[in-house]
């Protein structure tokens, strides 16, 4: 079973028992954190496309722990100009355990529907009758 959910703007394609790391989120660590923006869902074969999102599932998950990631080099220059700039950057992210991936049981209700020229139908044979 997976699910595709959206976090912190970006798509992440998420398993159960998986480690996922996400741009830095405000919880401790340890602290549970739920996710309702569910895009896709697959169980078995069954496929479930949200329209945006996808109702009564909900993923969650356990912060295992906060961090920064590498070191990125950004370097800018201007030709000719001996203008040179170089500049580091370093993202923060949030590591995330997915413990579940939870859907609500779908309720079954049959309704009667009666089309309208089924009721049309039997109001005329009661005029005739009378």
């Known amino acids: 079973m997976y699910a595709i959910i959206e976090a912190c703007g970006r798509q992440y394609k998420v398993q159960e028992g998986e480690n996922v790391y996400f741009e830095k989120l405000d919880v401790e ?24 999102y996808v109702t009564g599932v909900k993923v969650e998950g356990k912060v295992v722990s906060h961090g920064r990631g590498k070191k990125i080099l950004v370097f800018k220059y201007k030709a000719k100009k001996n203008e040179r700039k170089t500049r580091g950057h370093r993202q923060d992210y949030t590591k995330v355990e997915i413990t579940s991936i939870k859907i609500a049981a779908e309720k079954k209700t049959t309704v009667a529907k009666t089309t309208k020229t089924e009721a049309t139908k039997s109001e005329a044979k009661e005029k005739v009758a009378k």
């Open 29 to 52: 660590e340890g602290k549970k954190v739920s996710f309702d923006k569910i895009l896709l869902v697959s169980d078995e074969g069954k496929v479930q496309v949200g329209n945006p």
